[in-house]
């Protein structure tokens, strides 16, 4: 079982940085798979990107990539998601998911956690 939490949502200018945190509970941390989704409002979760258990490989959604950088502190049980030069249509809430080995995916059946999500409100 694993429980998250995110944080470090809220209100931004466009062009600006927010970094949100995912928090996890229980001892088998390293062992998953982390992924980042968003939602906006009237729309589907989407997925923002990922990050495999070991830290070692990253995966993007295109319309991050170069904006968005995904990392993980297995030491901390806590991944970060750090988005750069935000735009008014990355408004959406974050939701931070944990999957259960294999490859990674951009799936959301892939995952088997998920947190309650953040806010991220950009302003133009």
């Known amino acids: 079982q694993v429980q998250l939490v995110e944080s470090g949502g809220g209100l931004v200018q466009a062009g600006g940085s927010l970094r949100l945190s995912c928090a996890a509970s229980g001892r088998t941390f390293s062992s998953y798979n982390m992924g980042w989704f968003r939602q906006a409002p009237g729309k589907e979760r989407e997925f923002v990107g990922g990050?495999?258990?070991?830290?070692?490989?990253?995966y993007y959604a295109d319309f991050v990539k170069g904006r968005f950088t995904i990392s993980r502190d297995n030491a901390k049980n806590t991944v970060y998601l750090q988005m750069n030069s935000l735009k008014v249509e990355d408004t959406a809430v974050y939701y931070c998911?944990?999957?259960?080995?294999?490859?990674?995916?951009?799936?959301?059946?892939?995952?088997?956690?998920w947190g309650q999500g953040t806010r991220v409100t950009v302003s133009s």
């Open positions: 998911a944990a999957g259960a080995g294999g490859q990674l995916s951009s799936t959301i059946n892939s995952y088997d956690y």
């Open positions: 990050i495999l258990w070991s830290g070692g490989v990253t």
